[in-house]
């Protein structure tokens, strides 16, 4: 079983729908967690941590549940812009795992 | 603004060729981090430093080495490449200041091994 595991879509969704991704980690010692946005043939770069009490950015919105071991990105108002391979990433004392992705194409 | 490079985008080998994939960052982070991104696995580590002339394997070291001279750069070798070693390379750095450490990539070496 993988460290960290995701749904890896494709989800294609028309511009303003709402996209939730959802992903699971298998280690409960994880300590932190974060979302990376990965552009086709780009470095993946940090779009928002994740805290215990649920964090917005903007149109971003993420979740975590400890008890589960389950952490959620959702999306509202999809822009064309925000196509791109989303990965869920777990730390536990600077080990950082990373899901394979999930990817997102927002259509016109 | 961090900025981490890669001393290549691209790069064609043959087998049993040694490679060298340099990367450099300018924020003087003390962690470094080399990954190779395959489809459908994910980032796998390969190996970390958290410190000059300090290394440690991470989850696939074999037919890979490393160095780490200066705080600024740290080096990924092939040996002698294989086939199954074509793939995405991405280097990393991070700092634990602030106590939450976010690791910020360089932009990526794609290794073709014929």
């Known amino acids: 079983r993988k460290e960290v595991e995701q749904d890896p879509g494709p989800f294609n969704v028309p511009e303003g729908a709402t996209v939730a991704f959802n992903c699971t980690y298998s280690?409960?010692?994880?300590?932190?967690f974060f979302w990376y946005r990965q552009d086709c043939r780009k470095e993946p770069k940090l779009l928002m941590s994740?805290?215990?009490s649920g964090n917005e950015d903007g149109r971003f919105t993420a979740q975590l549940n400890r008890a589960s071991q389950y952490i959620s990105l959702l999306i509202r108002d999809s822009k064309l812009s925000d196509s791109a391979t989303y990965l869920c990433?777990?730390?536990?004392?600077?080990?950082?795992?990373f899901g394979a992705g999930t990817r997102l194409t927002v259509k016109p | 603004d961090v900025k981490v490079t890669q001393s290549s985008r691209y790069l064609v080998k043959r087998t049993g060729e040694k490679v060298f994939l340099e990367c450099v960052q300018d924020?003087?982070?003390?962690?470094m981090f080399w990954y190779r991104q395959d489809p459908g696995l994910g980032l796998r580590l390969i190996y970390f430093?958290?410190?000059?002339?300090?290394?440690e394997k991470g989850d696939i070291p074999e037919g890979y080495s490393v160095s780490r001279e200066k705080k600024e750069r740290f080096s990924l070798i092939l040996e002698s490449a294989s086939t199954n070693q074509t793939s995405m390379y991405l280097c990393?750095?991070?700092?634990?200041?602030?106590?939450?450490?976010?690791?910020?990539f360089g932009p990526g070496t794609r290794l073709l091994v014929l």
């Open positions: 990393a750095s991070s700092s634990l200041a602030g106590g939450q450490e976010t690791q910020y």
């Open positions: 280690n409960s010692a994880s300590q932190s």
């Open positions: 994740v805290y215990s």
């Open positions: 990433v777990v730390n536990r004392n600077n080990d950082m795992r």
């Open positions: 924020m003087d982070h003390e962690n």
């Open positions: 430093s958290y410190d000059v002339k300090m290394k």
